[in-house]
């Protein structure tokens, strides 16, 4: 499938010349970080021709054939085009079952996924010991949080540096009361199985949603689409943003819950564009308003500081050798926004027994021209694979994937 702006690209020719050149030029240097502890990887076509990428002398070598990759991926030539492009995403095609895992295991390919972005397209794998700057290198501080009269430039400047920013009470009490209060209702109304929640299991087998995407159908959250004052925080970005659908309908409710065992409500680390569409969709904005508190008792978020440049592995929130991040403490009536492609993460509540956990409502600003290349309504639709609501663990869906 040819997409709109973007040249074909040869599978032999790009492995032959295009490619080992790009790597002789910086590429296999700059992927070289992100290959720590991997060994090759493959792409086959389903005629049977492959190419190897062999971590090699602190760079990557192309080899012709799969026999020097420990994980060979079985993939089309139009899906392994679009990892070239950077419009899709391992994730998202492993979800949407778009691979094969012939030898070895999928989730080395997820963990290929920096080094195949600094190979492909030039995006440097992140670094945590890298200087926060902003644009005149002035050092800033990923804690800091702001008021809604707080000067905008500083804003911009903080947003564009880190990749998020928490502005403090941009909604009173009394309307973060009246959106909890549409918030509650829409996860009573909820239907496994609907397409428009996400639900989860303890393990005790209580089933618990803990998504809603159609918040825009309830008066009050409605509101939220397009909102005044959160427009105009998306315009600190400086990109024309203008309100989109998302993930859902406009406007998405997430329930925080403890103990959960199955289901994707507590989320790892992770860009908002890695179900696909980085190069066509992003820069996007997520503003999150807060309706509880947030805590790491009730369930935070939490951002990597200057990651929106950059690419990440996959990590799980609660990893111990992965990063801890800037976590937000947030009130009703607080709100964040972060670019879409900023790592950050949900992990689960730390307290038990309480009576309310973090539900926060979020909506989307993006470009005019914000479009799903798979021609789904929204690059989420793919996540939805059962019947019971849920939605699988990148680590199962990619354990399939090496089964099938």
Sequence with gaps: MAIEGFAPVDFHAYHRDELPEKLRAGGGEAAAPGLLGLEGLAFQLPTGDAYSYVPRDGGVAVEAGAGAAATVIEIQSEDWEGLVHDYESVAGLLYGSRVRCLRGDAMRFIAWEPALRAMFVGRPIYDPAEPLVDEAGREIEPQRVFQPDDDEDEMAVFLRATGFLVVKGLF?????????AEADALRAEAVKGDKRSWWATTPEGEEICCRVTRAIEKPRLSTLYGEPRLRRLADLAGAGLVAREGEGTGVTCIYKSPGIEEGLSDLPWHRDCGMGGHALMCPVLVASVFLTPATPETGQLRFLPGSGRASCAFREATDARGP?????????????????????????????????????????????????????????????????????????????????
């Excluded at 009173?172 to 909890?180: K, V």
């Excluded at 956990?357 to 793919?382: C, K, L, M």
């Design 172 to 180: 009173s009490r009394d309307e973060a009361a009246a959106f909890l």
């Design 324 to 404: 801890e991040g800037v976590g937000v403490a947030a009130e009703p009536g607080d709100v964040s926004l972060h670019f879409g492609d900023v790592m950050h993460a949900a992990p689960p509540p730390a307290g038990r027994g309480l009576a309310r956990y973090r539900i926060s409502a979020t909506t989307n600003f993006g470009s005019e021209n914000f479009r799903p290349h798979t021609g789904q309504h929204s690059y989420n639709d793919v996540l939805h694979r059962r019947e019971d609501g849920q939605v699988e663990h990148l680590a199962k869906v990619a354990g399939k994937a090496s089964a099938s």
